[in-house]
């Protein structure tokens, strides 16, 4: 049975859609979605009916590249008042003779949740930071097949209003589609950015979005903190329309398709002729509307590092910074001013997503298969009729590319 998975990302800006596929332990691109959203605000559904219709455009885009339709997906909920709580949990075995098995890792999980989520939340996933056996000081990140009497784990509980659930389950289920698992956004970016390096060290992920900025702190790998910034990428393009007397959709293709990230590089003598919201051609420089964009992208950066702050008084040893604005030429020359070399850039560097906008949605991609390996589970969101038909479309269109490489052993 060959194993496929999808993945949604519902953003202010766009609704990003994935669909991978798991062979021979390499994650595979089969196809993906992006489009315009609308009736939703800085991360929230404020009006269900043009969200699903946004919604509804996404999928019809994806089901006719794959030429099957999605049943089953991973979606991103807003992390909006999340709680990352660490709980601990123990299980004994009267067998002393016990082999740790899959079912007794889902079980100690159980046990550490125990009754801690509050009437008013949801929760939203567990990340374990470690299992101990026999009250031994050792920790280990996965127990299967070992011997032991008692299986104690270390562990992060991530909570969310149920409002921020419920509204994003209920957007797609009104599709026909059903909600496998949920993640917030700041698990899924670094599932698809981070390295084996990062198991040991203290980080933060920014990234960058159409109306918020997210900031999440990491220990180990895992999220352990996370606060939204009310600002994004729209203020680069409010600054754009306002200076130069323009449409909102006029600035933001001039930021994508003209403006550098720093004006380092951008040339006096680059112009581009426009019309401006009375009618009028004016000319735009390429290094003033740099300049422009430089600047606000500085402000969002420096008041992400404030954040940080604010986050944990630990040394950083890493920062990412990821996001759509993240793609803009020259983005790495404002990081490095603000952050110096501690910080790099996030690179979704895939065949048919080079794009960091889709990290979340990959991310969470990759962190589902990371649960299904820790807790011993085999399955597929297609079943065996649907890859057949799978097959069939891609024999017959030459869309699918080997894009990732993460090293599973299923």
């Known amino acids: ?21 798991l062979f021979k332990n390499k994650l595979n691109l089969l196809a993906a979605s992006s489009v315009k959203s609308k009736g939703i605000k800085k ?61 007794d890792i889902v079980n100690v999980i159980e046990n550490a949740i125990g009754s801690k989520i509050g009437p ?22 996965d127990p ?40 917030i956004n700041g698990i899924g970016d670094i599932y698809a950015l981070k390295d084996s390096s990062f198991d040991e060290k203290v980080g933060a992920l920014i ?29 680069i393009d409010s600054d754009i329309a306002y200076i130069y007397k323009m449409s909102i959709e006029s600035a933001r293709k001039l930021k994508e398709k003209f403006a550098l990230a720093h004006k380092i590089y951008a040339q006096t003598n680059d112009i581009v002729d426009v019309i401006d919201n009375v009618g009028e051609v004016i000319k735009i420089n390429q290094y003033e509307i740099s300049d422009i964009s430089m600047l606000r992208i500085r402000e969002i950066l420096e008041n992400a590092k404030k954040e940080i702050m604010v986050l944990t008084n630990r040394q950083i040893d890493y920062i990412i910074v990821t996001g759509g604005v993240s793609n803009m030429t020259h983005f790495e020359y404002v990081v490095s001013d603000v952050f110096g070399k501690v910080a790099t850039v996030g690179n979704i560097n895939l065949i048919g997503i080079r794009n960091n906008k889709y990290s979340t949605a990959i991310g969470n991609v990759v962190y589902f298969i990371s ?24 024999k017959s269109a030459t869309m699918v590319g080997k894009v990732f490489s993460f090293f599973f052993n299923e």
């Open 1 to 21: 049975m060959k194993h496929v998975y999808t993945s949604i990302d519902i953003g202010s800006d766009s609704i990003k859609v994935v669909a991978c596929e």
């Open 144 to 183: 299967k097949g070992m011997l032991g009497t008692t299986l104690s784990t270390r562990a992060i509980m991530i909570t969310t209003p149920k409002k921020n659930v419920y509204s994003v389950v209920s957007l797609v289920s009104s599709l026909g589609i059903e909600v496998i698992d949920i993640s």
């Open 43 to 103: 991360g929230l559904i404020t009006d269900p009916e043009a969200a699903s219709a946004s919604l509804r455009m996404a999928m019809d885009e994806i089901q006719q590249m794959l030429g099957v339709a999605i049943k089953k997906v991973i979606v991103s909920i807003p992390s909006y008042f999340a709680d990352f709580t660490i709980v601990k949990g123990r299980l004994a075995f009267a067998d002393e003779n016990h082999i740790i098995n899959s079912e």
């Open 207 to 235: 990234n960058i979005g159409a109306e918020t900025t997210s900031v999440s702190i990491y220990n180990k790998g895992i999220i352990v903190k996370s606060s939204i910034l009310p600002m994004g990428g729209y203020n």
């Open 371 to 394: 649960k299904l390996k820790l807790k011993g589970k085999d399955y597929s969101m297609f079943n065996q009729s649907d890859v057949e038909q799978l097959s069939l479309t891609r």
């Open 120 to 141: 008013l939340n949801e929760m939203v996933t567990v990340l374990p930071i470690d299992f101990s056996l026999d009250g031994k000081t050792e920790s280990v990140i």
